[in-house]
């Protein structure tokens, strides 16, 4: 089994900054991949970006340019850098682990961009 616990949201202003944190723990193997999702209210969650054991990330487009997504294999532990933050960004993020069997999920924590 494994747990994901997620740290970092909150509340900032448009074009303001943000780290969420996510430290997974259990049994994970070394070829997982993890990432971020994001789900606002009245719509279904969706990918924001992913990155590989190597390294390798991919990003949704609306993420590109302004989100960076990081690792610390050492740690089972990823990062999401968020940058100039837009009202649309606001939502629920989710940390997730993918490899053998069904993904696993965190909490979620809130991120709400507003002035």
């Known amino acids: 089994q494994v747990q994901l616990v997620e740290s970092g949201g909150g509340l900032v202003q448009p074009g303001g900054s943000l780290r969420l944190s996510c430290a997974a723990s259990g049994r994970i193997f070394s070829f997982a991949v993890m990432g971020w999702f994001r789900q606002a209210p009245g719509k279904q969650r969706e990918l924001v970006a992913r990155?590989?054991?190597?390294?390798?990330?991919t990003y949704a487009d609306s993420a590109k340019g302004r989100f960076t997504i990081s690792r610390d294999n050492a740690k089972n532990t990823v990062y999401l850098q968020m940058n100039s933050l837009k009202p649309e960004d606001t939502a629920v993020y989710y940390c997730?682990?993918?490899?053998?069997?069904?993904?696993?999920w965190g909490q979620g924590t809130q991120v709400t961009v507003s002035s």
């Open positions: 990155i590989m054991n190597s390294g390798s990330p």
């Open positions: 997730n682990l993918r490899q053998a069997g069904p993904d696993f």
